[in-house]
């Protein structure tokens, strides 16, 4: 009887193995499609995960990504010890015993749910596999999955068999790097690499105990534990993550006591907001021509964890927008106080534009969509009048937004009271864009105005016209050249006559070709369009990069037709590199995600100008700085000036309608343009709306922040002369003979650009306008 029962016991133990091998081979592959599909041996080797693409400075910072799930992939160098022992306390203890399956965890976890204790058995490698493969959703689920407790134990018998082929095709280093890689840590953070950035500001290898404990305890539930949302769980479950490391001596008793104590510090907390961030619009621009590479090119911008190393410089790029929001922030109070209890909206004459807020609302989004419903008209512009809470933008406040309550008819007119601006600048020696301004705030004002926007340049438009004369005739024309400031006359093909007239009167004074530019006499280009004709500019200003449409007319040499800041500073960059321009470049090249270079950018260049003229035309253009009434002594005052060759052009354009101001040194080119939203908005005197009082205090206190950085490679110098020179050695004579005697220096007279108005007006107190 005894041996019988022996015998039935090893027959049933027999059989329960058969059996038990026999569901394994079923479930392995997944007989009927009972159970879903299991990863082959090539996916185990190359699993398939979301990467996001990162944008990446010249001086190696990670400026933004794009992403369907914001995940970096880090290295296992990259993570820092802490948050290791952390995850191996909390997550898997006997990590580096099992194979995959921990048989003591798994049979303890009856004993846990007999006292009431829920907790998971699952060893990292089992998260892993279904972190990766994904067993228990979708076409990989099988027929099965859905019914109660089979389905439950379908998933679970495919994550072992799933853990046990990751733990023979990987290392432990490897798959404990790949589980923090895709992870889920909320606020669309995946992996530790962008967690670490997000919520601390930090990397993954700085992160200390008590941020890692943070982070680590979220993965039992990222809304529930999530320390911005939920600080005091996250609290809770931080210090539980911390006394587990204790208990497996990672951290002493008396690490645990300090720390424990520790608030959770959210001080550096990043959002995932492509809004936010260094460079947004240039960020915005890099998309849509990488978007078009990956088109051709079957990789997936979004997913592939493409490397895209650009040319901006992090830190020029944060120093050109805190120029920026400087000098907005005294331009935007002189516009508010300027037009106080008026709409800016404006004719030529003075006069409001009728219906001008009437058709801004109907080229609103609200408007449209409202309408798109069928709603009769009454009822949109009730919709449009009720008044509703909503975040504005604001320049005095925290992030830049202030809650109000505000009806949309009242935030359109609220912000069409708001300047606009864009700055772009560019190494001239190979074309590099190191920094791209496209607006003021990227979350509320989307528009760039460095490649997207084109206005009327005006009188920056003029060194086109001077580099052009002096090219085609040296030896009619040069820096040298007189002529007298009185009316020209042109006669225009329909028989009428153009006679263009100054910023202020005509002079009478016979003026250098280097004191017209210097004062932006507008006498002196119509007098060389006069013998150039239109055709004969606008070739060359292909040449010198513009594409757009350029109309073939006189007024033509003031700057009449529209072009970009992009283009502008392009066309400037060429005379600071000795006459050949150069493409602008922002990317220099793509890797993937394995570090293959994808794409090699290859810079396009031609010499469109003689090295003599590009010198001639940066002297030229020194003459706004130099020349007594120069447009832009004020940079003496910056202290750009002093022991520096600097130059510059100012521009305004009718009614005070768009200010310009592109800068130029040896080494650096810098383009900004300010103006309103619609031409109709701006100031109505030159004093507070030409170019050198809206767009030169950007380019200044740029400069200022780019030339006191020890560590970048820009800094006060000369243009070079020298390797023409040769050619002509009287040529050093025949510049300074036309040099005034005295040579100006710092006007320490002029009116200081930033000062504030007497009585400040800011966006508090349009708001109360608009609510009254």
């Known amino acids: 009887m005894f041996l019988r029962l022996i015998r039935y016991a090893w027959v049933a133990f027999a059989s329960s193995m058969a059996a038990l091998f026999f569901y394994v081979l079923c479930v392995n592959f997944n007989v009927f499609n009972l159970f879903g599909e299991l990863p082959n041996y090539e996916a185990l080797e190359k699993p398939k995960t979301e990467w996001a693409s990162e944008v990446i400075s010249a001086d190696k910072v990670v400026l933004g990504r794009y992403y369907n799930e ?68 979708g076409a990989k689920a099988g027929k099965l999955i859905n019914l109660p407790l089979i389905g439950k134990v379908i998933a679970k018998s495919k994550e072992w068999i799933l853990a046990i082929k990751i733990e023979r095709a990987y290392t432990k280093e490897e798959i404990l790097t790949m589980y923090l890689n895709t992870v889920d840590f909320g606020a669309n953070s995946y992996g530790i690499k962008v967690a670490a950035q997000t919520y601390f500001g930090t990397s993954a290898d700085s992160l200390r105990a008590e941020q890692a404990a943070v982070l680590i305890g979220m993965l039992k539930s990222p809304t529930f534990y999530n320390p911005l949302l939920n600080p005091d769980n996250a609290l809770r479950r931080r210090n539980t993550v911390l006394q587990q490391m204790t208990k497996y001596n990672y951290l002493t008793s008396t690490e645990y006591d300090q720390l424990k104590t520790l608030p959770i510090s959210l001080a550096h907390y990043e959002p995932n907001d492509h809004s936010q961030g260094l460079a947004p619009y240039f960020r915005g621009y890099v998309y849509k021509m990488v978007k078009q590479f990956c088109d051709t090119t079957g990789y997936d911008i979004h997913t592939d964890g493409l490397k895209i190393y650009t040319t901006i410089d992090s830190r020029m790029q944060d120093y050109a927008e805190q120029a920026v929001n400087e000098h907005f922030k005294t331009l935007q109070a002189k516009f508010f106080a300027h037009w106080k209890g008026q709409n800016p909206w404006r004719n030529a004459d003075g006069s409001e534009i009728a219906n001008f807020l009437r058709k801004a609302i109907e080229e609103s989004p609200r408007y449209k969509k409202l309408k798109a419903k069928g709603l009769a008209e009454s009822k949109i512009m009730f919709q449009l009048n009720k008044p509703v809470k909503m975040k504005v933008f604001s320049w005095y406040k925290p992030y830049f937004e202030t809650d109000t309550l505000l009806s949309p008819i009242d935030s359109i007119k609220y912000y069409k009271h708001f300047l606009r601006t864009g700055l772009l600048s560019i190494d001239p020696s190979n074309g590099h864009i190191k920094a791209w301004v496209g607006g003021t705030n990227h979350k509320h004002f989307k528009y760039d105005h460095v490649k997207q926007g084109k206005r009327q340049p005006g009188s920056t438009f003029k060194a086109v016209v001077y580099s052009a004369a002096i090219d085609a005739n040296p ?56 013998n150039l004709q239109p055709q004969n500019i606008i070739d060359y200003a292909r040449k010198l990069g513009f594409t757009s449409h350029l109309e073939p007319v006189p007024s033509l040499c003031l700057g009449i037709s529209d072009v970009s800041v992009y283009e502008m500073t392009s066309a400037y960059a060429t005379f600071a590199n000795k006459g050949t321009w150069v493409e602008p470049v922002f990317i220099t090249h793509i890797e993937d995600k394995n570090g293959k270079v994808l794409y090699l950018n290859t810079p396009i260049q031609h010499e469109v100008l003689s090295e003599q003229t590009a010198y001639l035309m940066t002297y030229m253009l020194r003459g706004s700085v130099e020349e007594e009434k120069g447009t832009a002594r004020s940079l003496w005052k910056y202290g750009l000036a002093q022991g520096n060759e600097i130059g510059g052009k100012t521009g305004t354009t009718n009614n005070n309608s768009d200010g310009w101001f592109i800068g130029i040194t040896p080494n650096l080119v810098t383009g900004v343009w300010t103006g309103g939203e619609d031409r109709s908005i701006h100031f109505r005197t030159t004093d507070l709306g030409a170019g050198g009082k809206m767009s030169l205090p950007s380019f200044a206190l740029y400069m200022q922040k780019v030339y006191a950085d020890p560590k970048l490679p820009y800094k006060k110098d000369k243009f070079s002369i020298a390797t023409f020179a040769e050619k002509d050695p009287d040529l050093q004579a025949k510049l300074l003979a036309c040099v005034q005697k005295e040579m100006a220096t710092a006007d320490t007279t002029s009116t200081d650009d930033s000062q504030t108005p007497t009585k400040e007006v800011t966006e508090e107190d349009l708001l109360k306008e608009l609510d009254n």
């Open 70 to 137: 914001k995940r970096s992939r880090a290295t296992y160098n990259e993570l820092s010890k802490p948050t290791i022992e952390a995850l191996l306390a909390t997550e898997d203890v006997r990590f580096y015993d099992h194979s995959g399956i921990d048989l003591k965890g798994t049979f303890a976890i009856i004993y846990y749910l007999l006292q009431g204790d829920s907790r998971g058995s699952s060893t990292l490698s089992q998260q892993l596999a279904k972190n990766l493969f994904n067993t228990r959703r």
């Open 475 to 530: 030896q009619d024309y040069n820096p040298c050249t007189t002529f007298q400031d009185v009316p020209q006359i042109v006669n225009l093909p329909n028989g009428q006559v153009w006679k263009p007239s100054n910023s202020g009167n005509y002079s009478g004074e016979t003026l250098t070709l280097r004191q017209a530019m210097g004062r932006s006499v507008n006498t002196a280009a119509v007098f060389l369009m006069k």
